[in-house]
């Protein structure tokens, strides 16, 4: 089953979803409420947040980045960690509504839904944006390679113009001098 069409590089409605994630199809048989009114309730850190799902609220990882580490109980803080979870408070502070896609894989080893996110209110695809804007950098793990061509270039423009921790650290995973 896929959820992208290639093609026309268009993600499904949040009602296809519901009903992929109520019947369980690659999530594990979890069954969340209804995703027309997904939530943010908290951002943990740069690619990691809480979302409400009518009265379920799940952690989520966002799909295709990977920020540095700013708040993981085995690993200090990294380089431009704190501004990459600051920017996605920006992005998405609590209350707002937001449009979730999934790839392959429903769930991680943690349990934690794997999620593209869009802000339903302007349409911003957050998990591209964070990399466009160098707050992250573009990662992939087998399934989920949805959209990579398009993270991979949004990372080599932000690489190439020194934005975020291009321009700050050593490159992703550098912990705080």
């Known amino acids: 089953m896929r959820w992208f069409d290639g093609a026309r590089r268009t993600l499904p409605s949040a009602r296809v979803w519901l009903l992929l994630v109520v019947t369980g199809i690659g999530c594990g048989g979890t ?3 209804d995703p027309s009114q997904v939530t943010v309730v908290e951002v943990v850190d740069g690619d990691t947040v809480r979302l409400q799902f009518g009265p379920v609220v799940e ?26 979870t600051a920017e996605l408070r920006r992005l998405l502070p609590v209350g707002t509504q937001v449009d979730v896609f999934r790839d392959a894989d429903g769930r991680d080893h ?16 957050v998990n591209l944006h964070l990399v466009e804007n160098g707050f992250a950098a573009a990662a992939f793990y087998e399934p989920n390679h949805h959209d990579r061509s398009r993270f991979l270039d949004a990372e080599r423009r932000a690489k190439a113009e020194g934005r975020g921790l291009w321009g700050v650290c050593d490159g992703p995973d550098q912990p705080v001098d």
Do not use: M
């Open 31 to 33: 069954s969340v409420a």
């Open 59 to 84: 952690t989520a990882r966002l799909l295709g980045i990977d920020t540095p580490e700013s708040v993981h109980p085995t690993v200090p803080e990294q380089c431009f960690g704190s501004e990459a």
């Open 110 to 125: 943690y349990g934690r839904l794997l999620l593209h996110l869009r802000r339903t209110d302007d349409g911003l695809a």
